[in-house]
């Protein structure tokens, strides 16, 4: 960056260029851009580390309809040769040592399945919240950030995404191992894909002959790369054109799809939990939209799939107590159809627009149930913290109500309390408030100025 700037700090014209090239350095590392003092800026990130305590619960079974991409892109056989991995993460998550050789290679590699690893730190000293009550801000993150961490166990988010890319990593390089050791061969379609990733012609033959040479193989099952013994020029190639691949088929948000504005604080804020679905619309939409082929469509109707069967069984499990009724309408098929389009990455911010679009015109929305996290659809109330804007409003005033004559503490009033606290919307937490409201009328009858 200093020989960069050293070069085209003369010109006035390059100031946006290299300001703008600081600021991806800085988000690279970790750093805020936003021009926030710091105290604004903790105050924003605990009130988004209670939203994802109090509405991630169950977000992890959201990444299951990405499974539907690896079968599509990587192939049913290559996922069935790596599928024990899950029994090595498993002894991992419990302290023990990896046992699959290749699963240890991924990880120096890539850095694939350590999300849960490199999400465990927390937010550490910010020298510009100094102004008036560090003690504060740190007490709150000693509070928020275990919650969060056990959110994101509890809800899967972690466990299921480290799973799915470790799978979806030893499936592709399978396949590519395939290729190499002649088992497969390479379509037109195939190498469409390894271009758009990178794997020009030259740079994939000798891939493949660093595979035939160094990989080591359990019968048809590749167990270790042998990447010390590679090329650094052709492993480097490998890795990254390998990272595109695998970070698509199952999504990991990056700085180049994602736009501007949402580094912001308030775009931070607006964006939570949508993050996925902005990137979604360049990373996986819009790559869909310029290969129209045939695994293009078995991609999307797999993860529809995959999307649809998980609607179904958090569904289920959602509505195990209380009323049948609400079994009956969450298990619809209308509900599945259209919870099995907006879980798949490729519909990305369409349900949102959808929805934005009829909630304007007075029209119930149509993707309401999808969200994992219990958010609406539309764009403005969709948003974690207008939800807990409003829920904290309604909590509020729940004491003056139960003054008036014409209203009842309802359901509604309960669950709106309950999403104020964390861990609400766990598999077996939320079963127990519903068991809680289930003596209570459905709404309040309350008139339109305390709604």
């Known amino acids: 960056m200093d020989a960069l700037r050293q070069k085209y700090a003369s010109d006035p014209k390059n100031n946006d260029r290299l300001k703008r090239m600081e600021e991806v350095k800085d988000l690279i590392l970790g750093r805020s851009i936003s021009n926030e003092n710091g105290n604004a800026r903790r105050a924003a990130q605990a009130a988004m580390k209670l939203n994802f305590a109090t509405s991630m619960g169950q977000a992890g079974m959201a990444s299951i309809a990405e499974a539907g991409n690896i079968v599509a892109h990587m192939g049913l056989k290559n996922a069935m040769k790596h599928k024990p991995v899950f029994r090595s993460l498993w002894k991992d998550a419990r302290g023990g040592q990896l046992d699959a050789q290749l699963t240890d290679e991924l990880r120096g590699l890539f850095g694939t399945g350590m999300r849960t690893k490199l999400s465990r730190g927390r937010a550490g000293y910010d020298e510009f919240a100094a102004e008036i009550d560090v003690k504060m801000f740190d007490t709150i993150d000693r509070i928020l950030d275990p919650a969060a961490r056990g959110v994101s166990y509890a809800g899967g988010i972690g466990p299921i995404n480290d799973y799915l890319q470790t799978l979806a990593t030893k499936s592709y390089l399978q396949k590519l191992a395939n290729v190499a050791r002649g088992k497969a061969k390479c379509s037109d379609a195939d190498r469409a894909r390894l271009r758009d ?47 595109r691949m695998v970070y698509r088929a199952v999504q990991e948000n990056d700085i180049g799809s994602s736009t501007w504005w ?17 990137n979604a619309w360049t990373k996986q939409t819009l790559h869909a939209m310029r ?113 008036r004559d014409d209203y009842e503490y309802s359901q509604q009033d309960f669950r709106k309390l309950t999403r104020l606290l964390p861990f609400n919307n766990i598999l077996g937490v939320r079963n127990a408030i519903d068991l809680m409201a289930e003596e209570l009328p459905e709404r309040s009858q309350e008139d339109d100025y305390w709604k």
């Open 262 to 278: 949402m580094h912001s604080m308030l775009g931070r804020m607006l964006t939570q939990f949508r993050s996925f679905i902005f």
């Open 291 to 403: 290969f129209r082929d045939r695994q293009t469509f078995t991609a999307v109707a797999f993860t529809m799939t995959f999307g649809g069967l998980s609607y179904m069984a958090r569904s289920y499990l959602n509505t195990s107590t209380g009323d049948p009724e609400r079994r009956e309408r969450a298990l619809s098929l209308k509900n599945i159809a259209t919870a099995s389009m907006a879980s798949s990455g490729y519909a990305s911010i369409l349900p949102t627009v959808v929805d934005t679009g009829l909630v304007n015109i007075g029209e119930d929305a149509m993707f309401s149930q999808v969200r994992t996290t219990g958010l609406s659809t539309d764009a403005i109330t969709g948003s974690p913290i207008v939800q807990t804007i409003n829920n904290a409003q309604s909590t509020a005033f729940s004491p003056a109500r139960a003054l």
């Open 197 to 243: 990733a990178g794997w020009y012609d030259g740079v994939l033959d000798r891939a493949l002959e660093s595979i035939r040479q160094h990989a080591t193989f359990d019968g048809k099952r590749m167990v270790s790369l042998g990447y010390d013994k590679w090329d650094p020029d052709i492993l480097n190639d490998m890795i990254m054109a390998t990272d």
